[in-house]
């Protein structure tokens, strides 16, 4: 049986997870009986929590958000969970100073026990190589993009076509979602003068105010933000996470070696020295230049078009290779 003190904390925080709960899955999850639950309850009311009783033939208790909560408490899982994220994103990300002072301020307000637990937590987050040099974005934009999404208002910012270069023409968008990719912001929006779906860099974009008028949400094309995104970056419209170009081949090197370097692609074992590797990329010659990286003699399976282009990169080499002539 837990105290009463520690069963209250862990009653709170199975009603924070904003659902309705019966009281005998409240009796459940705590072990104890469906009497203690409802004084437990009337404990938490009188502490200023507004739980409200749900009606219906198990009946049940719902928390409701309010005006003059209490401090939001959690339990130790949720601290630690909440310290980890915290420094994760205090590593190269947008809000790295905002999260260490976060992090700070979470600290003082913990009990010396788990104080301790959380100080031996050593994190270090490694960024992509490719993301070093990645202009920060400023977290009012972040803001200001969020909301006009939250609102479904048009937005108007000014778009920098990439650095050194000059401001192009304001744009109008929907603006539909904010991702992240590779340690970079992007939103996705309708472009209303190119009727079409764009993704916009958020550390080049400058919103202008006043926004427009409310829009209907579109249907994104791949079905969610992610297949959108992921279908962008291999170079299609969006509307299928497939690369543009895929082929097949078998390369002579033993399955478990190719693995770890095939990234998205596919590895079959054929053998002891061989496996099957299907790859895509955003063209043909492209795909013949990925297959170069695995350093080993292969056999094009399909689709021609791929063995065309590995027959173009050869030649191009070779006369790459005779015109540097001999050292």
């Known amino acids: 049986m837990h105290k009463t003190s520690s069963r209250l904390l862990a009653l709170l925080s199975l009603l924070q997870t904003h659902r309705d709960w019966s009281g005998e899955d409240l009796a459940g999850r705590l072990d104890i009986t469906a009497r203690t639950v409802r004084r437990d309850i009337d404990r938490l009311r009188e502490l200023g929590y507004r739980i409200t009783t749900v009606k219906g033939p198990a009946g049940g208790y719902r928390l409701d958000a309010g005006t ?14 909440l310290a980890v994220a915290l420094r994760t994103a205090a590593t190269g990300t947008t809000v790295a100073e905002d999260a260490i002072r976060a992090l700070a301020t979470l600290r003082q307000v913990m009990p010396s026990r788990l104080r301790h637990r959380i100080d031996l937590l050593r994190i270090t987050a490694v960024p992509p190589s490719a993301a070093r040099d990645v202009p920060q974005v400023d977290a009012q934009v972040l803001v200001e993009l969020s909301r006009a999404i939250h609102a479904r208002e048009e937005l108007r ?11 192009d023409h304001p744009r109008r968008v929907e603006p539909h979602h904010l991702v992240t990719r590779l340690n970079r912001w992007y939103l996705v929006a309708w472009d209303l003068d190119r009727e079409d779906w764009r993704t916009f860099r958020v550390d080049r974009v400058r919103p202008r105010t006043p926004t427009g008028p409310r829009f209907a949400p579109r249907e994104l094309p791949g079905g969610s933000v992610s297949a959108f995104v992921t279908g962008r970056f291999r170079g299609n419209d969006g509307a299928t ?4 170009c895929q082929g097949e081949v078998v390369l002579h090197l033993p399955a478990a070696e190719v693995a770890p370097f095939a990234q998205d692609g596919i590895v079959e074992e054929l053998g002891p020295h061989h496996c099957r590797l299907t790859l895509g990329s955003w063209s043909w010659t492209g795909l013949a230049a990925a297959l170069g990286r695995f350093d080993t003699e292969f056999d094009v399976i399909g689709p021609p078009q791929l063995a065309t282009a590995c027959a173009d990169l050869a030649a191009r080499y070779a006369r790459a290779a005779r015109a540097a002539g001999p050292e």
């Open 157 to 167: 910012f000014d778009h920098t076509l990439g650095a050194g270069t000059s401001v």
């Open 241 to 244: 996470t497939d690369w543009p």
């Open 68 to 81: 003059h909560m209490p401090p939001m408490l959690f339990d130790d899982g949720q601290a630690v969970a």
